[in-house]
């Protein structure tokens, strides 16, 4: 009787073993499973992200480009309507490069 007990003992044991083994084999299986589903949650998500923020970048270039062109054309316009004498400019320019002008 005492080598039965044991024995179902030992039997008890090893389905006990096994039902672990079959656990984590499972539990493993799971994790595996969960890790690439993340991971393709994260590329997915990563990918959206990039896209959405590369897009946003070229709107700020496109725009600062445009603030650029503006600014550029209204000092070319503004250059433009000055209305410059050559003649005195010339001589003040010679009296300057003389050295016989009188600053200040």
Do not use: C, P, W
């Not at 595996?32 to 949650?41: I, P, Q, Y």
């Not at 946003?56 to 270039?61: A, C, I």
């Not at 250059?79 to 200040?104: C, H, K, M, P, W």
């Amino acid at each position: 009787m005492v080598k039965n007990t044991l024995e179902h003992l030992l039997g008890i044991e090893a389905e006990a073993a096994a039902l672990v083994n079959d656990a984590e084999k499972e539990a493993e299986r799971r994790i595996r499973e969960n890790d690439e589903k993340n991971r393709v949650t994260y590329d997915e998500r990563l990918k959206a992200e990039t896209q959405r923020r590369e897009a946003q970048l070229e709107t700020e270039v496109n725009q600062l480009k445009k603030e650029y062109q503006q600014t550029l054309d209204n000092y070319r316009d503004e250059i433009s309507r000055i209305n410059v004498n050559q003649q005195e400019f010339s001589v003040l320019l010679n009296t300057y490069l003389s050295g016989n002008a009188d600053v200040d």
